[in-house]
């Protein structure tokens, strides 16, 4: 009996690490957490850091933007009013979403003295107090937001996360499609 549990024991030693990621990767919270750990860790790659070149596009959006905030109040934002819009459209759920937020509370620290730069870290959760709940678990500052209503057609994108930089005249300045480091220098001189 003692050889069987020997060898048992010796099979999950040798295929501990095999086990774990397969624990990890089955188990839906461990999951989440540790892949947005390990994509947080990419970000810190220069190949993430956000490129101002990202957008040719040069979309113009005239109508303005209605989102619920954290106290379910609705707010009609106008893009002339700021400067500068910055809109990431997020899910608790999204591990690539949840590793670019510290970048983005990096730089929401840095620009949150200037009035003329507004965040909306827009969520795509169907139940905004999940939204809600992981932006107290990770202790980030920034205001969130849901939809209110539909979103101006050049804001429509089927995939998160998102982000745009919005001019005072309705120009998206920039667009990105998937996660990146927005606390950097290109993004921040973009912002003045």
């Known amino acids: 009996m003692d050889g069987k549990i020997i060898k048992l024991l010796k099979a999950i030693k040798n295929n501990f690490f095999i086990l774990l990621i397969t624990i990890i990767f089955l188990v839906p919270p ?5 892949t947005s750990f390990l994509q947080s860790i990419m970000l810190k790659i220069p190949f993430f ?21 954290e106290a379910n109040k609705k707010i009609t934002h106008d893009f002339e009013d700021y400067d500068f819009t910055f809109i990431n ?17 990096k730089l929401y620290n840095q620009t949150k003295e200037n009035k003329n ?13 999940k939204a809600k709940n992981l932006k107290i678990k990770k202790e980030f500052t920034f205001p969130i937001y849901s939809l209110a209503f539909g979103l101006p057609e050049q804001l429509n994108h089927s995939s998160i ?10 120009t998206i300045i920039y ?15 973009l912002l003045r």
Request: include cysteine; charge should be negative; aromatic fraction near 8%.
């Open 30 to 34: 461990l999951r989440l957490s540790v």
């Open 49 to 69: 850091e956000a490129s101002v070149n990202e957008n040719d596009t040069n979309k113009s959006i005239k109508s303005s933007i209605s989102v619920l905030d």
């Open 175 to 189: 667009e990105k499609e998937g996660m990146a480091n927005y606390n950097s220098d290109k993004i921040i001189e």
């Open 117 to 129: 730069i507004k965040f909306l870290m827009i969520s795509s959760d169907s139940d905004f107090s």
């Open 161 to 170: 996360p998102y982000t745009v930089i919005i001019d005072k005249s309705g």
């Open 89 to 105: 459209f997020w899910a608790s759920w999204c591990p690539p979403c949840i590793a670019e937020m510290p970048s983005i509370q």
